[in-house]
């Protein structure tokens, strides 16, 4: 009774997100616990505890920040927003040019005294999404000024240039989301072209000079022919046959020995070796279908332009980035860095992922009527 009551009176906002990220999070934390076995015999004497402890602390204080970021009124984002894409920028170049590596890509930036590293691609995402939310909300009446319109533009092109100097995937997810935005937000066809052109010409010219170029073009060309199957995604392919339907069950997972990163990038197949289709994959692929249903509700229910955009940018952005991991555990994409959002291991990215959440659920609070969620 008495967690029924602060539930009610303490989750504000569309109750159905909650059991969502409740649902994502206790997923985790079983198959992290699992998935992380073999890397802490290897590194830690076999003391699995750490990795998990690490994780649910990290877990925690995203869904802590989940639970801030939802109390507080969604219109003060986009006050915030241009201060983070301000910072996003000299991040990225630090970034880029003295971050720390990590399988030949510098995308980290160690945090002082804590020595806690984050990827400032994950600021960078929603800032840019907020920003450009709210630029679309403020300016509907004008949207045919090109002054504006390109504005929009440049900031896109700029920012997804930077990401993709030491990260494709992401670069290419966010410039997705930012057309998808900008095609709900009502912009003109010929500008949405421009934005392709823009982003192209830019992050072509980023792609080359930075530190992927090689490793993306090799992944599409291996991606795409018939003879070559990258060793991790042949690991995967096991996994997922071992699981099956019914799975091997909890802890069982054999492919966390050979599979490269199972608790992050490869955590899907994981899932679906231990839970199978029937109890694990396939719940999974519905609790984000399900998020972007509820997310897309937000939208239509929102009567501010900067609500409903800002909800459908971040609901698109975590989507995307779900299924991009997905698809690459079963081989419909190339292999990527992506992370299962609120599943996988990961440091500040399941705080970047409980903020955009805790927004999304700020909308829903400030625009639905409660009493029919």
Same mark, same amino acid.
Request: charged share 10%.
């Given at each position: 009774m008495f967690l029924r009551d602060w539930i009610r009176t303490h989750l504000k906002g569309d109750r159905q997100i909650w059991w969502i990220v409740l649902y994502l999070s206790i997923m985790s934390v079983l198959v992290v616990y699992s998935a992380t076995g073999t890397k802490a015999f290897r590194e830690l004497d076999g003391n699995t505890e750490i990795f998990l402890l690490k994780h649910g602390s990290l877990l925690l204080i995203g869904l802590a920040c989940t639970y801030f970021a939802h109390k507080i009124n969604y219109v003060y984002y986009a006050r915030l927003s241009k201060f983070g894409l301000w910072l996003s920028i000299p991040l990225l170049l630090w970034a880029f040019f003295k971050g720390s590596t990590l399988n030949d890509a510098s995308r980290w930036v160690t945090i002082p005294i804590i020595?806690?590293?984050?990827?400032?691609?994950?600021?960078?995402?929603?800032?840019l999404i907020s920003n450009l939310a709210?630029?679309?909300?403020?300016?509907?009446?004008?949207?045919?000024?090109? *002054?504006? &319109?390109? @504005?929009?533009? +440049?900031?896109?092109?700029?920012?997804?240039?930077?990401?993709i100097l030491s990260n494709t995937s992401t670069a290419l997810l966010l410039g997705a989301t930012c057309f998808l935005l900008m095609y709900i937000g009502r912009v003109p066809v010929r500008y949405l072209g421009y934005m392709i052109a823009v982003c192209v010409v830019f992050g072509g010219i980023a792609l080359a000079a930075g530190q992927r170029f090689g490793t993306a073009s090799n992944r599409v060309k291996n991606f795409m022919s018939s003879d070559t199957i990258f060793y991790q995604v042949e690991q995967s392919? *096991?996994? &997922?046959? @071992?699981?099956? +339907?019914t799975g091997q069950g909890p802890g069982n997972s054999h492919q966390r020995n050979t599979l490269p990163n199972p608790f992050s990038d490869f955590i899907y197949a994981i899932i679906v070796e231990e839970y199978g289709l029937l109890l694990g994959g396939i719940p999974v692929i519905l609790a984000y279908l399900w998020f972007l249903w509820r997310g897309m509700k937000t939208l239509q229910k929102a009567t501010r332009p900067f609500g409903g955009l800002l909800s459908a940018g971040l609901t698109f952005s975590i989507v995307f980035q779900a299924f991009a991991s997905i698809c690459v555990a079963i081989g419909l994409a190339p292999v990527t860095g992506q992370p299962l959002p609120?599943?996988?291991?990961?440091?500040?990215?399941?705080?970047?992922?409980g903020l955009a959440i805790g927004i999304v659920l700020s909308v829903s609070r400030d625009e639905a009527d409660e009493s029919k969620i």
């Open positions: 020595n806690q590293t984050f990827q400032p691609s994950d600021l960078a995402k929603l800032a709210a630029m679309l909300a403020k300016r509907q009446r004008f949207m045919s000024d090109p *002054i504006v &319109l390109f @504005n929009l533009i +440049l900031w896109i092109g700029v920012i997804c240039s930077l990401i392919y *096991i996994a &997922l046959a @071992n699981g099956g +339907l609120l599943l996988s291991m990961g440091g500040t990215s399941l705080i970047f992922t």
